[in-house]
């Protein structure tokens, strides 16, 4: 069955630190890929998305992704994180069956001045 | 473009009070729609998709059920709402399920 791992839930860095949020999938096929952020009560904003082509994506806000099929990961990375970053990151990854995107739980993070 | 409307941003309802929650989508046609539920640390549930007019799919059972009398409304409602059905709920649509999705603001609904 197709699954999203987060396997970090809370993640804290220093302002102006590099971050790294990971993410697994299961997957059958070549799956359409997808990193969202979501400030405290609100919805939730698409930073980026791998469909194919190139394996390392750019998004918004400095955000950037690598998509590594052969450790079935699709990791979420920015040199310098400020702390207007801090919020939930989704990862998710397309439904074959033909309903919703998967996501994963989430990763909250916080940065520290 | 394509906007996404939800509404109230917050409610507050006593226990066995009905719900009605609802969701529009304006500038695209015939949308996927999907109602979620965040709880902490729980991620996203997926509660009801609608690919159509008439058309619901509930991914879990629940005291909630899910209505789209027009194309781009989606309404989430209950009867009679428990405790448990306290939590943040997402409204999103897209146009396939292996594209991106788009989520509005979310509702904040507190059963007290």
């Known amino acids: 069955a197709q699954s999203v791992t987060q396997p970090d839930i809370h993640i804290t860095v220093s302002e102006g630190a590099s971050l790294e949020l990971r993410c697994n999938y299961s997957?059958?096929?070549?799956?359409?890929l997808f990193w969202y952020v979501q400030s405290p009560g609100q919805g939730l904003q698409l930073l980026l998305k791998y469909f194919s082509g190139d394996t390392l994506v750019q998004g918004i806000k400095g955000f950037e992704a690598e998509f590594k099929r052969s450790q079935s990961s699709f990791n979420l990375r920015k040199p310098s994180v400020h702390w207007s970053d801090a919020a939930e990151y989704f990862c998710?990854?397309?439904?074959?069956?033909?309903?919703?995107?998967?996501f994963g739980k989430g990763t909250t993070l916080s940065v520290s001045s | 473009s394509q906007t996404i409307h939800q509404w109230p941003a917050t409610l507050v309802q006593p226990v066995g009070s009905p719900l009605s929650l609802e969701c529009t989508v304006e500038?695209?046609?015939?949308?996927?729609l999907y109602w979620y539920r965040q709880a902490a640390g729980r991620g996203l549930q997926l509660l009801f998709y609608s690919v159509g007019i008439g058309q619901i799919s509930s991914e879990v059972p629940q005291n909630l059920s899910a209505s789209r009398p027009q194309d781009r409304q989606f309404i989430l409602s209950s009867k009679k709402l428990l405790l448990s059905d306290s939590g943040f709920y997402l409204c999103?649509?897209?146009?396939?399920?292996?594209?991106?999705?788009?989520f509005g603001q979310g509702t904040r609904l507190t059963v007290v």
């Open positions: 997957y059958g096929a070549t799956p359409y």
């Open positions: 998710a990854v397309g439904n074959q069956a033909g309903t919703a995107l998967i």
């Open positions: 500038g695209t046609s015939n949308p996927n």
């Open positions: 999103a649509w897209d146009w396939d399920s292996n594209t991106e999705a788009f």
